[in-house]
């Protein structure tokens, strides 16, 4: 399978974001990727302060994702897309998954938000395992991701080959430290995080960051062994194709954890 992880600009609107959205499917066909990964609340636009986000209704964003649906269908590549989302009980985030047909093949919610986010979004309370081309992989979103490893476990206990990561860290104006090596000592932990989900479990692991100026994490993708085997260059945008050789995601750790030894604990 080829994985196209993508780094979009900010979107300046929901149409900025589609447009931006069809520019980097088209590129990661052009390279026959399988399947591309977009990252956290790509539409309307994870809620940063120093950006001003389109308000989405329901009625938008089901017209974006309509026309994501016609995107994957025309150029035929699987697309993860990130969106809120408003079900029954109030607005969630979530990351849809498009088949090559321009199929929905269903929703990952974000279940464990940050503190920050409570305000924002509900929590969502189901995990899910999506299918592409006979490949079974996994979804976990920012911040469960980073801090929630159980989140990529029951993926990879339940055949995922791949957990694939939209999530946003960084800024178009702010900056501590400009991030220069991908995994440095001194870089925030995230990629370091990312290396963990994918040794601890004997699988890929594929995350997706926005093409901010200053990120605080490359969109990367980690091989089974721990190993970064493509990134997207710091404070670039654009989108990045790999190989992976699913028969080397074997979910071995993932698979030897024994639940009963915490059960009732």
């Known amino acids: 399978m080829k994985v196209a992880v993508a780094s979009p600009p900010?979107?300046?609107?929901?149409?900025?974001?589609?447009?931006?959205?069809?520019?980097?499917?088209?590129?990661?066909?052009?390279?026959?990727?399988?399947?591309?990964?977009?990252?956290?609340?790509y539409i309307p636009g994870y809620p940063l302060e120093e950006f001003e986000v389109e308000t989405a209704s329901p009625?938008?964003?089901?017209?974006?994702l309509d026309k994501?649906?016609?995107?994957?269908?025309?150029?035929?590549?699987?697309?993860i897309l990130?969106?809120?989302?408003?079900?029954?009980?109030?607005?969630?985030?979530i990351a849809h998954v498009i088949s090559k047909t321009g199929k929905v093949l269903g929703y990952q919610p974000k279940n464990q938000l940050d503190p920050s986010e409570d305000n924002i979004w509900i929590p969502g309370t189901e995990r899910n395992i999506f299918e592409v081309d006979g490949v079974k992989f996994g979804i976990t979103i920012c911040h469960e991701g980073f801090r929630y490893p159980e989140s990529v476990?029951?993926?990879?206990?339940?055949?995922?080959?791949?957990?694939f990561h939209p999530h946003c860290s960084g800024s178009?104006?702010?900056?501590?430290?400009?991030?220069?090596?991908?995994?440095?000592?001194?870089?925030?932990?995230?990629?370091?995080?990312m290396m963990m989900r994918a040794l601890e479990n004997t699988i890929y692991f594929a995350s997706s960051n926005y093409g901010m100026r200053y990120p605080e994490s490359a969109s990367s993708l980690i091989d089974p062994s721990g190993t970064c085997i493509a990134h997207q260059p710091y404070g670039k945008p654009g989108v990045f194709v790999a190989e992976v050789d699913t028969d080397l995601a074997t979910g071995f750790l993932a698979k030897r954890f024994k639940p009963e030894l915490y059960a009732g604990k």
């Open 82 to 93: 990130p969106m809120d989302w408003y079900s029954a009980k109030g607005k969630l985030n």
């Open 10 to 41: 900010f979107p300046k609107s929901i149409a900025d974001g589609l447009h931006q959205l069809e520019k980097l499917v088209k590129e990661a066909a052009a390279q026959q990727a399988d399947i591309i990964c977009f990252p956290e609340s």
């Open 153 to 163: 476990r029951w993926a990879a206990r339940n055949d995922a080959k791949i957990v």
């Open 172 to 193: 178009d104006s702010n900056v501590d430290e400009e991030l220069t090596e991908w995994g440095n000592k001194n870089n925030p932990y995230y990629e370091k995080a």
């Open 59 to 64: 009625e938008k964003l089901q017209a974006a």
């Open 68 to 79: 994501a649906s016609k995107v994957a269908a025309e150029y035929n590549i699987a697309i």
